[in-house]
């Protein structure tokens, strides 16, 4: 069984993957930022690790890495002031892709959006820039890294129940963007769990009819 390190360990995609890859017996170490949050980390079968990887430098979390298998970050800044969230979802998240390679973890899991790249066409005065930005730059380093990487690239989250079936690729204007995060949590498990087709791809997905593992086997 692997170790797995989920930064972002209390967000609702975060806590679901806890539950799955506990549930599969893999050891699972779920990085959040307040104590009183344990309790639901806890009760996924995960092990809750309190820390702020927004004042982390790449030696904390090399330490921090040290003895993993594989790092998912599905943390973010949530919509909070632009300085925020550059230092939360573009350095933070560098950062731990530089300590992941240092701490010698292969595997690597990024929970981006669909159509994040540096082509993302959001203007410099919308709200969304700064997020925009953060992830076409966290997304272009992970790319750069000797990291054995993927990236998610779900549509729009719903709280709607995981129908474990999506549709590859990126949505186009009449095609449905929904995406429940039980269905994001399902895909990162399985990329995790076979990687073997996942490996260097950006991967835009939405809720479909096709199950997961065949689309994701569809990859290879």
Not at 42 to 67: H, I, K, R, W, Y
Not at 132 to 146: G, I, N, P
């Amino acid at each position: 069984m692997s170790e797995i390190t989920i930064i972002g360990g209390h967000g609702k995609v975060a806590l679901q993957l806890c539950r799955l890859l506990s549930t599969q017996g893999e050891t699972v170490n779920a990085v959040i930022r307040k104590e009183e949050q344990s309790q639901d980390v806890e009760n996924t079968g995960a092990t809750p690790v309190v820390a702020d990887v927004q004042d982390m430098d790449v030696a904390a979390m090399t330490e921090l890495f040290s003895g993993q298998d594989a790092v998912v970050w599905s943390a973010g800044a949530g919509g909070g002031s632009q300085e925020r969230t550059y230092a939360v979802d573009r350095d933070a998240a560098i950062r731990s892709m530089d300590a992941a390679a240092a701490a010698g973890v292969r595997r690597y899991v990024m929970v981006s959006y669909m159509g994040a790249g540096q082509d993302h066409g959001v203007p410099e005065d919308d709200d969304f820039y700064a997020y925009a930005q953060s992830k076409a730059d966290a997304d272009d380093h992970l790319r750069a890294s000797s990291l054995d990487w993927t990236i998610l690239g779900p549509g729009m989250l719903t709280d709607d129940d995981a129908s474990g079936a999506i549709a590859l690729g990126r949505a186009g204007e009449d095609d449905n963007k929904n995406t429940a995060r039980g269905n994001v949590a399902l895909v990162a498990a399985r990329a995790l769990a076979d990687a073997k087709g996942t490996t260097g791809r950006f991967i835009e997905f939405a809720d479909g009819d096709t199950p997961i593992a065949e689309a994701l086997d569809s990859l290879d």
